[in-house]
């Protein structure tokens, strides 16, 4: 889509599946403001007949039940427009909600990484459900409120056209008041939605770390910092309605005022025999009945500012470049993996790998050490397909990842990383989901391989106990320990494990990794390891620093060979020996 869209129009693109239900809801609306003006018609009708000397009451019970009949149509015609409006507008939510999700999985897996997840869950959550007043009432109900006004200017002009202009004389005087009140409102608006964010970030950094808060003392600092956010929110949004105070009065002031130039204009039409009685009773009711669906129209301005804040939030998501891959899957004979001349770098930030050439034939187990934030990690992913490279190519069997379909590139790795999530559901369906059409006995089959059987037994329902969200009924330890069971059923050609054994105690420790070494074989498998004791059987270690390949080779090869490799060696032997 065209990033130099209005707001406005990319709203209309997302309602577009369901413009019928919003045309009817417009039409309910406008039917339900014209019942709304019978009463209006009615009061001029009995007022003329109070004027001609009627006394007949069923006369008068007959025009009140015609502006009863008027208001109950109101009534119904607006609910019929809410209800249509409101279930167009929440199928329309669930199509962004969809599109935005669906996004999210082409998008490249460092742009979900880099992007905090409360951001993603406002936009996600917060902001969609704050275009619902937009879509279900302003469409409708502010179509509505200006299609009256006019339709009423329109038959005035055919009452008498010099009646009509004097109805008019407040709505340009009152539109004077209306541009000082609305006067930089865009700019004043973002400013209050930055404070409003800034207010929420601190509400929940706050309630997120009342434990240190309260751990370490902090909670005077920490609540002054959320109590200047919310003081500095509540001064800006006083400020700003007292600088428009005195506009917005003369709005509500000038606007309704029409009988002001209304009831002399008439009065002199009439002395001078140019305006009949019944039409100068007419032209007042209605020349009352123009201001208030205008009035009622005003109520949308603040929806309207949120609009293009929350649009563009989203659009940010849904505009975001996707990693390209085609649809038909390719021929893949074997898992070896190959980086030519691979340079990688975030779109605004320093390069994190510099021509980086390597070749892992497949099953083979190949480790990677070298100090924290040399480029590991982002070796792995590359590999993984989270990223796409900047220069160079990844390959799997010779074929670049970027003629391989997402999907079929997914199913050839399976990643373990050290910080695994779990979904708020049962030990079972966290590990089935490495393969959803796995039966029971084979998700029990994965903990038995990965020595977790027991640990799960050991829970209040078993392998039916709820993990919690993210987890947070498990230890670490056992988070990761279903997390590598998760990988073990997915059953890929490729796994990649990234300190998957960081949180595992002395204890287990031996029985998972007697248990990975039954799983990953003829497996090809890429390690990111810490400690060096575990990788020394490795058929390949590659030394990353400073996003180059250092050297490679086997334990003993580096031993002899790789200054940098001795130095991490040494340093480990000698935290062991303390140990």
Same mark, same amino acid.
């Given at each position: 889509?065209?990033?130099?869209?209005?707001?406005?129009?990319?709203?209309?693109?997302?309602?577009?599946?369901?413009?019928?239900?919003?045309?009817?809801?417009?039409?309910?609306?406008?039917?339900?403001?014209?019942?709304?003006?019978?009463?209006?018609?009615?009061?001029?009708?009995?007022?003329?007949?109070?004027?001609?000397? #009627?006394?007949?009451?069923?006369?008068?019970?007959?025009?009140?039940?015609?502006?009863?009949?008027?208001?109950?149509?109101?009534?119904?015609?607006?609910?019929?427009?809410?209800?249509?409006?409101?279930?167009?507008?929440?199928?329309?939510?669930?199509?962004?909600?969809?599109?935005?999700?669906?996004?999210?999985?082409?998008?490249?897996?460092?742009?979900?990484?880099?992007?905090?997840?409360?951001? =993603?869950?406002?936009?996600?959550?917060?902001?969609?459900?704050?275009?619902?007043?937009?879509?279900?009432?302003?469409?409708? #109900?502010?179509?509505?409120?200006?299609?009256?006004?006019?339709?009423?200017?329109?038959?005035?002009?055919?009452?008498?056209?010099?009646?009509?202009?004097?109805?008019?004389?407040?709505?340009?005087?009152?539109?004077?008041?209306?541009?000082?009140?609305?006067?930089?409102?865009?700019?004043?608006?973002?400013?209050?939605?930055?404070?409003?964010?800034?207010?929420?970030?601190?509400?929940?950094?706050?309630?997120?770390?009342?434990?240190?808060?309260?751990?370490?003392?902090?909670?005077?600092?920490?609540?002054?910092?959320?109590?200047?956010?919310?003081?500095?929110?509540?001064?800006?949004?006083?400020?700003?309605?007292?600088?428009?105070?005195?506009?917005?009065?003369?709005?509500?002031?000038?606007?309704?005022?029409?009988?002001?130039?209304?009831?002399?204009?008439?009065?002199?039409?009439?002395?001078?025999?140019?305006?009949?009685?019944?039409?100068?009773?007419?032209?007042?009711?209605?020349?009352?009945?123009?201001?208030?669906?205008?009035?009622?129209?005003?109520?949308?301005?603040?929806?309207?500012?949120?609009?293009?804040?929350?649009?563009?939030?989203?659009?940010?998501?849904?505009?975001?470049?996707?990693?390209?891959?085609?649809?038909?899957?390719?021929?893949?004979?074997?898992?070896?993996?190959?980086?030519?001349?691979?340079?990688?770098?975030?779109?605004?930030?320093?390069?994190?790998?510099?021509?980086?050439? =390597?070749?892992?034939?497949?099953?083979?187990?190949?480790?990677?050490?070298?100090?924290?934030?040399?480029?590991?990690?982002?070796?792995?992913?590359?590999?993984?397909?989270?990223?796409?490279?900047?220069?160079?190519?990844?390959?799997?069997?010779?074929?670049?990842?970027?003629?391989?379909?997402?999907?079929?590139?997914?199913?050839?790795?399976?990643?373990?990383?050290?910080?695994?999530?779990?979904?708020?559901?049962?030990?079972?369906?966290?590990?089935?989901?490495?393969?959803?059409?796995?039966?029971?006995?084979?998700?029990?089959?994965?903990?038995?391989?990965?020595?977790?059987?027991?640990?799960?037994?050991?829970?209040?329902?078993?392998?039916?106990?709820?993990?919690?969200?993210?987890?947070?009924?498990?230890?670490?330890?056992?988070?990761?320990?279903?997390?590598?069971?998760?990988?073990?059923?997915?059953?890929?050609?490729?796994?990649?494990?990234?300190? %998957?054994? %960081?949180?595992?105690? %002395? #204890?287990?420790?031996?029985?998972?990794?007697?248990?990975?070494?039954?799983?990953? %074989?003829?497996?090809?498998?890429?390690?990111?390891?810490?400690?060096?004791?575990?990788?020394?059987?490795?058929?390949?270690?590659?030394?990353?620093?400073?996003?180059?390949? #250092?050297?490679?080779?086997?334990?003993?090869?580096?031993?002899?060979?790789?200054?940098?490799?001795?130095?991490?060696?040494?340093?480990?032997?000698?935290?062991?020996?303390?140990?």
């Amino acid at each position: 889509m065209d990033k130099e869209q209005s707001p406005m129009s990319r709203l209309m693109e997302f309602a577009a599946l369901y413009k019928g239900k919003y045309v009817l809801s417009v039409v309910l609306a406008i039917l339900g403001v014209a019942a709304g003006l019978v009463p209006f018609f009615v009061v001029s009708k009995i007022v003329l007949l109070l004027i001609g000397g #009627e006394t007949t009451v069923s006369v008068y019970l007959r025009w009140c039940v015609i502006a009863g009949v008027g208001f109950l149509a109101k009534v119904c015609f607006f609910n019929l427009s809410t209800f249509v409006s409101h279930t167009a507008t929440f199928e329309t939510l669930s199509e962004i909600r969809i599109q935005l999700v669906d996004k999210l999985t082409r998008v490249p897996m460092g742009y979900i990484i880099n992007t905090p997840s409360g951001q =993603l869950k406002n936009i996600l959550v917060d902001r969609v459900e704050g275009m619902e007043t937009t879509l279900a009432h302003l469409i409708p #109900e502010l179509t509505a409120n200006f299609c009256i006004p006019v339709c009423i200017l329109i038959y005035l002009l055919f009452l008498d056209w010099r009646m009509a202009l004097a109805s008019m004389v407040t709505l340009p005087i009152g539109m004077l008041c209306y541009k000082g009140m609305a006067n930089g409102y865009e700019e004043k608006f973002q400013g209050l939605m930055m404070r409003v964010r800034k207010m929420t970030n601190t509400v929940v950094e706050y309630i997120g770390g009342i434990e240190v808060i309260k751990a370490f003392n902090q909670s005077a600092n920490s609540y002054q910092k959320y109590s200047d956010a919310v003081e500095d929110n509540a001064l800006y949004a006083v400020n700003w309605m007292k600088s428009v105070q005195i506009y917005k009065s003369m709005v509500f002031t000038v606007w309704p005022s029409v009988l002001v130039s209304v009831l002399p204009v008439g009065c002199v039409l009439y002395r001078n025999g140019n305006l009949s009685v019944p039409v100068f009773v007419t032209c007042i009711v209605l020349a009352l009945g123009i201001i208030t669906p205008i009035l009622n129209a005003l109520n949308f301005t603040d929806s309207i500012a949120q609009m293009k804040s929350i649009v563009g939030e989203i659009c940010s998501v849904l505009d975001e470049k996707e990693l390209e891959r085609p649809v038909q899957p390719v021929k893949l004979d074997t898992s070896s993996i190959s980086m030519e001349n691979v340079s990688f770098s975030y779109e605004e930030g320093t390069s994190l790998l510099e021509q980086v050439n =390597l070749t892992i034939p497949e099953k083979t187990i190949t480790a990677f050490v070298g100090p924290s934030g040399g480029g590991k990690s982002t070796i792995t992913k590359l590999i993984a397909g989270f990223w796409d490279v900047t220069v160079g190519a990844v390959k799997i069997d010779g074929i670049n990842i970027r003629k391989i379909p997402l999907e079929q590139l997914m199913n050839q790795v399976a990643y373990i990383s050290q910080d695994n999530y779990l979904f708020d559901e049962t030990v079972l369906e966290n590990i089935r989901m490495g393969k959803p059409t796995a039966t029971d006995e084979e998700v029990y089959q994965a903990a038995r391989d990965c020595g977790c059987y027991d640990f799960i037994l050991k829970l209040e329902n078993g392998f039916q106990t709820v993990v919690g969200g993210a987890g947070g009924h498990l230890s670490g330890g056992e988070r990761q320990r279903i997390a590598i069971a998760r990988a073990v059923l997915k059953n890929a050609p490729i796994v990649i494990l990234d300190e %998957a054994t %960081a949180y595992i105690d %002395a #204890e287990n420790e031996a029985l998972i990794q007697e248990a990975m070494a039954k799983i990953i %074989a003829g497996k090809t498998v890429l390690m990111i390891a810490h400690r060096l004791s575990t990788i020394t059987d490795a058929d390949k270690i590659v030394v990353v620093k400073n996003g180059h390949i #250092e050297a490679e080779g086997t334990h003993q090869n580096l031993l002899q060979t790789c200054s940098l490799y001795q130095e991490m060696w040494k340093a480990h032997m000698d935290t062991k020996d303390v140990a």
